[in-house]
């Protein structure tokens, strides 16, 4: 109907009609245009995350620094959280990220800590790796929209591998010619890199070797002298030397020497140092006869073991009363055997005494064994 021929009430209610819908279209133009706008700064704010620290360790503060552009138009949050590397990449937000990784996420930057103004903007951060090995540091740039924190950037990732303290000089002297019984010190020169501790022990050689750590020492329950135990001494830069004093009897003993930290347990450096107390004796060859036989057809069969590294000549005889045969025989790689005639007085005999014999030397105590055996026929 044209509009000279609508009645005066309708062309007031079209006519209002048309200016409430060109308000709503101007309005909705520009909340529109306000949200492309707050997406298209969005789409251009960015982080990234740096590190200055040249050489990382573990418990040493990693230096790390986060920068980039704020492109929106309030106040943004720099987030961030470390974890051990080598699984999933940076997840898109903090909150994704952390309910992911739950026990390993550890904060840098939690919602809230660190605030960054429109423009360009840079903070300074750090972290310390708890052990040796490699972490995978995560950053965000976020802002609360809608009460919710969103992030406005791509995730920031940077790998960082730490290395364990460094221990440049662990040195143990002990003075040669000790006297049993008359007090000796011993010697620690030590260097590192950090704080760490020094434990010691002294026990005889024939406890078997020092174990891999001070702890594990303790457990096997060792009969020892304790030099620098429980609580350790503590160490730091250096060269530095530290003296204890003691006295043992005669004998061989093994000073057993731990550099151990920042972490209970977690060693860094060893030294195993032999110390011998007056003129020990030397070692048992420790002659054992596994076999020994005897038959009046065939003659007498000795075979044994001997101690690790015993090298020698051993006199073997087969005796019947005051009738004897000797042989000799070379033992190597801790085994020997020997077989021969018994002599003409077990002609008769019912039984034979065996015996394997080791003169001495000064690497190896002297040793005789004897075995009494039946003669078969």
């Known amino acids: 109907m044209p509009l000279h021929l609508m009645p005066r009430c309708a062309r007031r209610i079209s006519s209002a009609v048309i200016i409430a819908i060109a308000v709503l279209t101007a309005v909705v133009s520009v909340v529109l245009a306000g ?9 251009t704010s960015s982080i990234a995350v740096a590190t200055s620290t040249a050489t990382p360790e573990q418990a040493v503060p990693v230096d790390l620094t986060f ?3 704020n492109a929106l138009t309030g106040s943004a949050e720099v987030e961030s959280v470390v974890r051990p590397a080598g699984g999933l990449a940076c997840l898109a937000s903090y909150q994704e990220d952390t309910s992911t990784f739950p026990g390993e996420d550890v904060a840098i930057f ?36 809608n009460s919710a924190d969103q992030a406005v950037s791509s995730p920031a990732t940077l790998t960082v591998a730490a290395r364990g303290p460094h221990v440049s000089q662990l040195a ?6 000790l006297q049993s019984n008359v007090t000796f ?5 030590t260097q590192t890199d950090q704080q760490l501790s020094l434990y010691s022990v002294m026990y005889t050689a024939d406890q078997g070797p020092c174990s891999a750590s001070f702890g594990l020492n303790q457990q096997q329950g060792k009969v020892e002298t304790l030099l620098s135990a429980f609580g350790g001494t503590s160490i730091f830069g250096g060269p530095a030397t530290h003296t204890v004093s003691t006295k043992q009897k005669t004998g ?9 930290g920042p972490n209970a347990g977690e060693v860094d450096d060893a030294a195993s140092t032999p110390v011998t107390v007056g003129t020990p004796p030397p070692p ?8 020994a036989a005897a038959s009046h057809r065939h003659g007498a069969t000795v075979s044994g073991s001997t101690a690790k590294g015993f090298i020698g000549r051993l006199a073997v005889s087969a005796a019947c009363g005051s009738s004897t045969a000797r042989h000799m025989v070379t033992a190597r790689s801790s085994r020997f055997s020997s077989a021969f005639a018994l002599p003409g007085g077990c002609r008769h005999a019912q039984k034979v005494k065996l015996t394997v014999s080791w003169a001495g030397s000064s690497a190896f105590a002297k040793q ?4 009494t055996v039946a003669i078969a026929k």
Request: proline share 9%.
């Open 35 to 43: 949200g492309f706008a707050a997406s298209a700064m969005a789409d």
């Open 67 to 69: 920068s980039g552009t």
């Open 110 to 145: 939690a919602p809230g800590a660190q605030s960054v103004s429109p423009g360009a903007y840079e903070v300074s951060g750090s972290f310390k790796p708890p052990a040796p090995g490699s972490y995978q540091i995560c950053a965000w740039l976020a802002q609360n929209q």
């Open 172 to 177: 143990v002297i002990v003075p040669k010619d």
């Open 185 to 189: 010190p011993v010697s620690y020169t």
């Open 252 to 260: 061989l003993y093994l000073v057993c020497t731990w550099v151990e």
């Open 284 to 291: 048992s060859a420790k002659l054992t006869l596994t076999k």
């Open 368 to 371: 005789t064994v004897i075995r």
